[in-house]
């Protein structure tokens, strides 16, 4: 395992996904302040999609450069205010999805299924069918 490439791999998935949070930060600004600027910046966001996000900032900058500024500022405040936690959150929700997958697939295992070869005796379970003794206080 090279894990410093899946490193590199992984902070450039995270910057990008920053960068999308910082876009949609500033369309939720801009439809309270500037509505029609919002929804030309939706426009482009939907005709470039945010898969890169220098390649996406590079291709604004042609059009916005004032977006792309805010877009820089927003993103850096994120990053300021997020990051800080993100490796010990990423740990905690890693080790509770395992922990939780591997409870479903022991009960999986565990499960024991009727392989009989009568049919009738498949369908009657007279030790699961029967009615709990009730109280003799009823």
Same mark, same amino acid.
């Given at each position: 395992?090279?894990?410093?490439?899946?490193?590199?791999?992984?902070?450039?998935?995270?910057?990008?996904?920053?960068?999308?949070?910082? !876009?949609?930060?500033? =369309?939720?600004? @801009?439809?309270?302040? &500037?509505?029609? /600027? *919002?929804?030309?910046?939706?426009?482009?966001?939907?005709?470039?999609?945010?898969?890169?996000?220098?390649?996406?900032?590079?291709?604004?900058?042609?059009?916005?450069?004032?977006?792309?500024?805010?877009?820089?500022?927003?993103?850096?405040?994120?990053?300021?205010? !997020?990051?800080?936690? =993100?490796?010990? @959150?990423?740990?905690? &929700?890693?080790? /509770? *999805?395992?922990?939780?997958?591997?409870?479903?697939?022991?009960?999986?295992?565990?499960?024991?299924?009727?392989?009989?070869?009568?049919?009738?005796?498949?369908?009657?379970?007279?030790?699961?069918?029967?009615?709990?003794?009730?109280?003799?206080?009823?």
């Amino acid at each position: 395992m090279d894990s410093k490439r899946l490193a590199n791999a992984a902070a450039k998935t995270l910057q990008t996904y920053v960068t999308f949070q910082a !876009v949609q930060l500033i =369309l939720d600004q @801009l439809n309270e302040t &500037n509505p029609s /600027q *919002a929804i030309w910046l939706r426009q482009y966001a939907i005709e470039h999609p945010i898969r890169d996000d220098a390649e996406f900032l590079s291709g604004l900058t042609h059009e916005r450069k004032d977006l792309v500024f805010r877009i820089l500022t927003v993103r850096s405040e994120i990053a300021d205010t !997020v990051l800080e936690f =993100l490796p010990e @959150l990423v740990r905690s &929700n890693i080790t /509770q *999805a395992n922990i939780e997958l591997r409870r479903v697939m022991l009960e999986r295992l565990t499960q024991t299924s009727d392989i009989s070869s009568d049919p009738d005796e498949a369908i009657a379970h007279p030790e699961l069918d029967a009615q709990p003794e009730r109280d003799s206080q009823e």
